[in-house]
């Protein structure tokens, strides 16, 4: 990486953790990759308006995030294969020596869109329920529903019993 | 506030905190049982979520950066510089261009060529690969370019990515032959008048023009993939190309 910059430097550094939050999103190993790297892009771009050094990494995730959502605008992709994606598309989600772990990763994967976005923005990301609902363009009481709902579907495959009764 | 609300802000944020909640939680065992096991499920979610990924490519793909990087440039230095000077600069330019197309007139095929075999220095991952592409990423990687290909008849596709490629994305495609893997650029709008074989900085390589563009295929020369493997592998993806698939 000589004759990056130091801002591409930090970029570059950050990268593991933009693809790690993509292929979350996205569910597939290529398309994460393809997000990524526009995302980096524009991020490179728009370097001027990042006025707090702090902020980068919500700044860089918000970015995958929304490149995330136009190139799935765009595309209108075809349904995932979940047990294709763990089983091939991705060493990492590949079975490991965690069989619990395997099991919670194959139940995020399945989960819908609707509940898995906000999760992992929330979790992966640490955006709050706020940041969350201002970006998927959705109330904060929307939001805490799905986030719970998601959990609630967790909670079910890890077998947790659920304390209350049905979601709100 | 009660237990269906205590839970609902829980389940949706097991690290919140304030007092309406901490005061029901100091009265309510099921609640506080639902904190702690929500808790604990978030742990193993966040573990989850941190998958250890290794990239596929490197952190940046040199080719692309240069392109916003060229653009900047070339606007900073429009901003500096006078109406004058500017249009002497464009003068300038418009001549190097002219020489630069009739240079390009006689030698774009070798350009092309330097030009391939520089790109496999920013892939050296892909001619590693051996589980077969998913049809989702493979078509994801065609419709960026307008392409369809033929799997069947193509073989074994690898590796599939939409590389920045001078000035367009391109498709970079690594097929498995029984000789080895042969890399695949599908160069929509670069046009080579005839065939062309080249040998480059370890690689061996064919440029095949077809209606739309051309084909650049490659195999490393310690391979075990002869001319002739080589051909045949080129052939049979020339049959399964169409450039005429809506992008």
Known sequence: MAGLSPFEHTLAGLRPELLRFALWL?????TAEDVVQEAMLRAWKAQGELTKAEALRPWLLTIVRREHARLYERKRHP?????????????????????????????????PDDYREPLVMQVLGGFSTQEIATEMNLTQQAVLSRLFRARGKLREICGVAAAAGDAP | MNCEATQ????????ASNDVLEAHLLSCARCTAFQRETRALDGQIRRALELPLEPLRPAWNGVELRRPAAQSAGAAVSRRLGRSRAWALAASVALAVTIGLVFWSTQSQPALATAVVEHMALEPDSWNQRAPVPQSALDLVLRRSGVRLDRATAGEVVYAYSCWFRGRYVPHLVVQTSGGPVTVLVL???????????EESGYTGLLLPVQGG??????REQSAIDAAALNEAAQRVLQAVDFDAPS
């Open chain 1, 26 to 30: 996205a569910r597939d190993r290529q």
């Open chain 1, 79 to 111: 349904t995932t294969d979940i047990d294709g994606l763990i089983s091939l598309e991705d060493p990492a989600l590949a079975a490991s020596d965690d069989q619990q772990l395997d099991e919670l990763r194959a139940a995020i994967l399945r989960l």
């Open chain 2, 8 to 15: 609902l802000q829980i389940g949706a944020d097991p690290q």
């Open chain 2, 188 to 198: 929509r709008d670069e046009a080579v008048t005839r065939e062309q074989r080249f």
């Open chain 2, 214 to 219: 051309t084909l650049a295929v490659l195999a």
